[in-house]
């Protein structure tokens, strides 16, 4: 049996988070706890997966796109045996089947796979996990030779049933096959008058097959999401496994409780991160790279002994290597800073090509623009880049020189070896190696006379 089946029970309102989006697709780590559940199976190779929806469901429908999963609609919600029941049709036979929950978002790919080879015609498999407080958790209930023979839901259990600490996951493994025989023969005579699929259990036993316990590698694999409050403590417990993934790989963390990760980081070796950086979407890091503290990076390429001082935000950019950026520079989407170049405090990119070893060290906005290598571009200087309809581009040749204060208004552009005089406002091309001075000449006129004051 190769066939796998992943039905993945999404149907229930989320009541205590108090929201109109339906509780699946709040967000852990940057991405919609129902994705996390998508991933896991993902990893499984050639899986099928059975999505079952009802409050919201075209809201989750429509936040993926149509070929992700199959989804069936619970219009009424009976019970987690009920929801199952709803995705029989669309089982394959010959198939192992394992129930997962789209509000449990960390399961792993390496548990999913326990649960499924611990699957045979005679054998049906059970996560379950020991709790110090077991409170609201169906109990796995053991006869005396320790095989398991019932869960029994809180609401349903003797004060002796409710000591027992071993409790069930929810996630249970087992063939078609055994699932349409005994889905028809649960019941809804319990404390909530729901269907639970819990009672496949008692069934299994009383049919003769035994039932294979499986436990998580960790604890927070097996976490379920009801409110705010647990959603931001488990967000904890991931950004942490996050964290010790970077750090095992061999990047420091200042401090891996001041650390955000929403999104794929994929970083080198003896990098260093301080404390209050947020890496979003894609972000590569190279190597013996230094991030100071508060920095977001999303969807960008940092490379090698790039440094990265506090307070920067880059987007969508790529870092040559050996550059030094910040304290509080910004780079915004489309920037490529070459190797060895310099950016620094309150200055500005977007859409700007900077070639190797130039520099733009202060107060200034670079967009649109160009620039060779060797450039150097003085404070307070500007690209006027719009004119209020279109955007026009900048173009600063290798080796030019950008005095303070000037406006660059484009298009335009800057011959190799110009040079910009301090304080021009330049409008026309500037040929090579020309020296450009646009601004008013200078009058001294002497024996001036400060004005008095009225009274
Ligand atoms: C369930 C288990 C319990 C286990 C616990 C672990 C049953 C009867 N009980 O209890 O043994 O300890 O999970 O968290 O299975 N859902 C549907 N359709 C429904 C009902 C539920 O899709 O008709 C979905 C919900 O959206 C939720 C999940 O199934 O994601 C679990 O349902 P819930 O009613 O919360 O079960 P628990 O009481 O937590
Ligand atoms: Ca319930």
Known sequence: MTKTDIVILAAGKGTRMRSQLPKVLHKLGGKPMLTHVLDAANE????????VTGHGAEW???????????MVEQSEQLGTGHAVTCALGHLRDEAKVIILYGDVPLITAATICKMLNAVDDQHISLLTIELPDPSGYGRIIRDDHGQIEAIVEQKDASSDQLRVSEVNTGVMALTTKLLRDWLPEIGNQNAQGEYYLTDLIAIARSAGYSINAVQPISASEVEGINSRQQLADLERA???RLAEQLMASGTSLADPARFDQRGTLTAGTDNFIDINCLFE???????NVRIGPNCQ??????GDGVEIKANTVIEQSTIGDQAVLGPFARIRPGTQLGSNTKVGNFVETKKAIVGNGSKINHLSYVGDAELGENVNVGAGTITCNYDGVNKHKTDIGDNSFVGSNSTLIAPISIGANGFVAAGSTISSEVPAAHLA??????RNIPGWKRPAKNN
Do not use: N
Request: hydrophobic residues 35%.
């Open 44 to 51: 499984i190779s050639d899986a099928h997966k059975i999505v």
């Open 238 to 240: 991931y950004q942490l």
């Open 281 to 287: 979407g894609r972000v590569s890091i190279g190597s």
């Open 437 to 442: 001075v646009g601004r008013a000449k200078q």
């Open 60 to 70: 989750v429908r429509s936040t993926y796109p149509e070929s992700a999963f199959t």
């Open 297 to 302: 990076i999303t969807d960008s390429h940092i």
